[in-house]
């Protein structure tokens, strides 16, 4: 596996770091440290040689021109997960004063990450939540958990809105709201199963509710450490209403959220 880790030397940047050592991780990979902001990347690179000592982990200098030079990075470097904080803004110039996360959020091919501090104490198991929809984006999502390697007693907690107004208006592939609600049940119980069968508890909710507001209540019920969710790829996110619920939960919940992107 191989990480593009963004880092800023803020609070925030720490927790986002820290924050992987709750991420299922597994114990060899190849960790690029890109530092911004004339950070101490030094100080990053040495808390993930002690939370990962058998990771490959390298640094490249401050991007002044972030917009640019990440995303290049990211081409050149090709990583599987791109790790952000919640908390780092750029200048206008570069970014339209939007937080980093949300940039990289709709121009990463990789699948990303913002990492926050977790609400749990260190000791105990992970506790997160994936967003199922009944098509492939969702089904990457969960079976990305699925292979990850996670402590004994992690719990992955299935949220499953189906939106009345929108399935009963077409815009859900034209599927009658019964069928709608069947074909997003039926995706949750085959989550779950893959799920179970990693080894990890489940639980599940499915109500009548807007998919974002639903995610981010539950989240916080849950006192979750990481949402989960399905992305086909940064325009598809952007165009759609995929793109409103990412943006939604990535900008305001509490915790860490990771949207996973299928390999084409």
């Not at 640019?68 to 990211?74: D, I, K, M, R």
């Not at 984006?137 to 809105?161: C, F, K, N, Q, Y």
């Not at 989550?191 to 080894?199: I, M, P, R, T």
């Amino acid at each position: 596996m191989k990480l593009l880790i963004v880092y800023a030397g803020a609070e925030w940047s720490d927790a986002a770091v820290d924050d992987l050592s709750r991420a299922g991780l597994p114990a060899e990979a190849e960790a690029l440290i890109a530092c911004i902001k004339n950070s101490n990347v030094d100080h990053a690179a040495s808390r993930l040689a002690e939370m990962f000592p058998r990771w490959n982990v390298t640094t490249v200098g401050c991007h002044q021109a972030a917009k640019a030079s990440l995303l290049e990075t990211a081409r050149t470097w090709g990583p599987d997960l791109t790790v952000v904080d919640g908390g780092t803004r750029m200048e206008p110039a570069q970014l339209f004063g939007r937080a980093l996360h949300t940039y990289l959020l709709h121009h990463s091919q990789a699948s990303v990450r913002v990492g926050r501090k977790s609400p749990n104490p260190p000791g105990d198991p992970p506790r997160l939540i994936v967003a199922v929809g009944g098509a492939a984006p969702s089904e990457a999502a969960v079976r990305a958990i699925a292979a990850r390697h996670w402590p004994p007693g992690t719990l992955v907690h299935i949220v499953t809105a189906v939106n009345a107004m929108l399935a009963q208006s077409g815009i859900s592939g034209e599927l009658s709201y019964a069928h709608h609600r069947q074909v997003l049940t039926d995706a949750m119980h085959q989550s779950a199963d893959l799920l179970q069968k990693a080894g990890l508890g489940v639980t599940t909710e499915f109500r009548d509710a807007v998919p974002a507001e639903l995610i981010l209540s539950q989240a916080e019920h849950f006192h979750a450490d990481c949402v989960f969710l399905g992305s086909r790829d940064p325009g598809f996110l952007a165009r759609t209403l995929l793109g409103s619920v990412a943006s939604a939960v990535f900008s305001q919940a509490h915790c860490s959220v990771e949207v996973v992107r299928r390999k084409s």
